[in-house]
RNA sequence: CGGGGUGUGGCUCAGCUUGGUAGAGCGCUUGGUUCGGGACCAAGAGGUCGCAGGUUCAAAUCCUGUCACCCCGACCA
């Protein structure tokens, strides 16, 4: 392609609406523009770029055993009410009505596929002889999302790879499992992303049954906790600590209990500007209701609680935070001055809220709160729990040092999905004694576009972009430094078409502007090799091949160019792969 | 949905406080000189100042409403 020929329209300025680097250098050069929020186009680079990311995705979707097919975007909605997601998408869900024979007939724009791909099993595959089967394919998606953010990071509608498999049993779900989980790797490692695979709320199959694919980011939504030896990583959502339970004892230094007013200081930072004293001396008492009874739980004041792990300490089905009536009624106040001395209701702690001596606690009265509360003596607990989320340095639940907490863009997602759809959608299989069962099912999503965002926010300095070979729109820039000059015109355009008759990737830059513009735009595109034809070097028989992520050019003759540019992105790609876990 | 911010040529922004005939740089067009890291000279084109209403002799500027976009938070199978 010809740089004159094609639309590439980069910008010397960064757009006022864009902050973070991926947004900013994604419009500069000339890869997408907004529509509106939440919506953008994809201009020739970008779209360039972002199938060449879908070519790894399916190459690696065929290499685990994987089958493409195509579903609509537009879904019934009744299919939705069939598995209770219309309700729990809500207004995530874009859905509209149309007329269809006078009729009001209402669908929806898929946000995700497990309904109609389970419906199409449900409706053609009975028998154990025909499973398993893994179905995949690449696709729009529309979430009306609350606040599009972040640029091309967060939209309302993007494309997904989408793959579910359907088994007969929880084994055939592991071995499809696994080989998905190698494919993500080997997808994201092509890609040229450094990616941490992190565990991830698994829902009702729990355990190990579902991780999600991060790139640590600092403008990354999710929050992430690695350890420092490596072997734990997980979604703050799920993140255990690796605290050991305190022995839980009154303290030597108790002093007396005692009441104070802090008229109307609900909150810890409000108590603690009121009293002077550290939020790490408060207790929080969070009123939980925990499949519909009321529960205390006690944090400490400068943690945050975290519900998963309070849902599962309690062994609960499902757990809100409890409304003001409830509050009132086992607290004896309003909502703000709760604590544990004398609540009506059973109350379940922190490991760091038992070791701490003269805690100031809601003394369960408008406008009060309790001093020097210590356990034991004013309240009684008999165990403590992990349930608070995990804090960098805090110890790793697998013993491999600490925890550090970072950002991350999440990409891509497996899940243990089990049988919910099967049994909502009745896609049910036949076994050897005529036996019906419902399939066993997992679920395996790539964020496509993020995967360009991510590299984008990743893999960028001062000048622009720097793409990996594997993902970049083109893999070399030809960049002829005159082409007012009849020499150098005639030598760039013989090479162009050299390089086009080897199969080489490649962009001539054949612009009438002077090198300094077509240097700049070639750095801030971020092709990996630029090649520089002209000027003196031309003349004695030289040409220039720079690396984009390498800082010095080299001279190479122009006899045997071809052979040399084929040699050195062999040798580039073969640097790529060398990260790419082997495919089993 | 709560809080904050911004809307002025394609892009970045000034002008608004204190109302008086819309500006700059970049980009674009034409001609010329240039040509290894975002050139220079000259001549041009391009804007209902987000939209609607109000105040006023007069509104980009003041007031009211509204829309859009951005940021923080809530939300996010």
């Known amino acids: 392609m010809r740089w004159s020929q094609t639309f590439i329209p980069t910008l010397k300025e960064t757009p006022a609406d864009a902050e973070i680097p991926s947004h900013q250098l994604m419009l500069r050069a000339g890869l997408v523009r907004q529509l509106m929020a939440g919506a953008y186009t994809y201009l020739p680079l970008g779209w360039r770029a972002l199938r060449k990311v879908e070519a790894i995705v399916r190459d690696e979707m065929e290499r685990a055993g994987a089958i493409e097919i195509h579903m609509p975007a537009l879904t019934p909605v009744e299919l939705f009410e069939q598995t209770g997601r219309l309700a729990a998408f809500g207004n995530v869900l874009m859905k509209f009505e149309v007329q269809r024979k006078g009729k009001r007939v209402p669908m929806a724009l898929g946000p995700t596929h497990e309904e109609v791909v389970t419906d199409l099993v449900a409706r053609h595959i009975n028998s154990f002889r025909q499973l398993p089967i893994c179905l995949y394919q690449i696709q729009t998606k529309f979430r009306n999302e609350e606040r599009p953010r972040f640029g091309v990071l967060r939209t309302s509608e993007f494309i997904m790879k989408d793959a579910y498999s359907f088994g007969t049993s929880l084994e055939q779900l592991d071995a499809v499992y696994q080989k998905m989980y190698r494919a993500y790797c080997r997808v994201f490692s092509r890609c040229g992303l450094e990616y941490l695979p992190v565990e991830a709320e698994s829902g009702p199959i729990g355990g190990d049954a579902s991780h999600e694919f991060m790139i640590p980011a600092a403008n990354g939504e999710?929050?992430?906790?690695?350890?420092?030896?490596?072997?734990?990583?997980?979604?703050?959502?799920?993140?255990?600590?690796?605290?050991?339970?305190?022995?839980?004892?009154?303290?030597?230094?108790?002093?007396?209990?005692?009441?104070?007013?802090?008229?109307?200081?609900?909150?810890?930072?409000?108590?603690?500007?009121?009293?002077?004293?550290?939020?790490?001396?408060?207790?929080?008492?969070?009123?939980?209701?925990?499949?519909?009874?009321?529960?205390?739980?006690?944090?400490?004041?400068?943690?945050?609680?975290?519900?998963?792990?309070?849902?599962?300490?309690?062994?609960?089905?499902?757990?809100?935070?409890?409304?003001?009536?409830?509050?009132?009624?086992?607290?004896?106040?309003?909502?703000?001055?709760?604590?544990?001395?004398?609540?009506?209701?059973?109350?379940?702690?922190?490991?760091?809220?038992?070791?701490?001596?003269?805690?100031?606690?809601?003394?369960?009265?408008?406008?009060?709160?309790?001093?020097?509360?210590?356990?034991?003596?004013?309240?009684?607990?008999?165990?403590?729990?992990?349930?608070?989320?995990?804090?960098?340095?805090?110890?790793?639940?697998?013993?491999?040092?600490?925890?550090?907490?970072?950002?991350?863009?999440?990409?891509?997602?497996?899940?243990?999905?089990?049988?919910?759809?099967?049994?909502?959608?009745?896609?049910?299989?036949?076994?050897?004694?005529?036996?019906?069962?419902?399939?066993?099912?997992?679920?395996?999503?790539?964020?496509?576009?993020?995967?360009?965002?991510?590299?984008?926010?990743?893999?960028?300095?001062?000048?622009?972009?720097?793409?990996?070979?594997?993902?970049?729109?083109?893999?070399?820039?030809?960049?002829?430094?005159?082409?007012?000059?009849?020499?150098?015109?005639?030598?760039?355009?013989?090479?162009?078409?050299?390089?086009?008759?080897?199969?080489?990737?490649?962009?001539?830059?054949?612009?009438?502007?002077?090198?300094?513009?077509?240097?700049?735009?070639?750095?801030?595109?971020?092709?990996?090799?630029?090649?520089?034809?002209?000027?003196?070097?031309?003349?004695?028989?030289?040409?220039?091949?720079?690396?984009?992520?390498?800082?010095?050019?080299?001279?190479?003759?122009?006899?045997?160019?071809?052979?040399?540019?084929?040699?050195e992105l062999a040798q580039r790609r073969a640097e790529e792969a060398a990260n790419v876990p082997a495919a089993v």
Not at 277 to 290: G, M, N, R
Not at 495 to 501: D, E, R
């Open 222 to 567: 999710d929050d992430v906790v690695r350890s420092s030896g490596g072997l734990y990583a997980a979604n703050l959502e799920r993140a255990e600590t690796g605290r050991t339970p305190p022995t839980i004892t009154t303290p030597a230094t108790a002093a007396a209990l005692a009441t104070v007013a802090t008229p109307g200081a609900t909150s810890i930072e409000q108590v603690s500007r009121i009293l002077k004293i550290e939020p790490s001396q408060l207790i929080k008492t969070l009123i939980y209701s925990a499949d519909d009874k009321p529960v205390a739980v006690l944090i400490r004041g400068d943690h945050e609680a975290n519900e998963n792990k309070i849902r599962r300490a309690l062994g609960a089905k499902s757990i809100k935070l409890a409304d003001p009536a409830t509050i009132e009624a086992v607290t004896g106040a309003p909502v703000g001055f709760a604590g544990p001395v004398g609540i009506k209701c059973p109350i379940i702690a922190d490991h760091d809220v038992v070791v701490i001596a003269n805690a100031v606690t809601g003394a369960n009265q408008a406008d009060a709160h309790h001093t020097n509360v210590n356990i034991g003596r004013d309240y009684e607990v008999t165990t403590s729990h992990d349930l608070r989320n995990a804090l960098s340095g805090d110890p790793s639940p697998r013993g491999d040092g600490t925890l550090e907490v970072v950002h991350g863009i999440e990409v891509g997602h497996v899940f243990k999905l089990g049988t919910k759809y099967s049994v909502a959608l009745k896609a049910e299989f036949t076994d050897e004694k005529e036996q019906r069962h419902p399939m066993i099912m997992g679920c395996y999503g790539i964020g496509v576009n993020r995967i360009l965002a991510g590299l984008a926010e990743t893999r960028h300095d001062a000048g622009g972009l720097c793409w990996p070979l594997a993902i970049a729109p083109y893999e070399v820039v030809l960049v002829p430094i005159n082409v007012a000059e009849a020499e150098c015109k005639e030598a760039a355009e013989s090479l162009y078409a050299a390089f086009q008759n080897a199969g080489i990737d490649v962009l001539l830059d054949d612009r009438d502007q002077r090198p300094g513009v077509k240097f700049k735009d070639a750095d801030l595109v971020g092709f990996p090799l630029r090649v520089v034809v002209g000027g003196k070097s031309l003349k004695e028989g030289l040409v220039e091949l720079k690396w984009r992520h390498l800082a010095e050019a080299t001279k190479v003759p122009l006899v045997g160019l071809v052979e040399t540019v084929l040699k």
